[in-house]
């Protein structure tokens, strides 16, 4: 921004955003990053029907392409 080269080492998430908000950025490559992690939620250990319902509801959102309506909308 500074006329001489930046770079900004962060994930391909916070790096779209960012750039959308501001047209001097650029997200290099996002959908083909250095790693990949998953997520963790935490949930209570010994709630079986939470956790079931949990994974069900992420499944169903998946499926009907909640998620990714979501990354349109926010991410991309």
Known sequence: MAREIDVMITDNVEAMVVARQDPR???VDPDNTYTKDDLGYLLPRDDRAW????????????????????????IR
């Open 25 to 27: 950025l650029y997200a």
């Open 51 to 74: 956790t079931e319902y949990v994974n069900l509801w992420m499944e169903l959102a998946r499926l009907k392409g909640d998620f990714a309506r979501l990354q349109a909308k926010w």
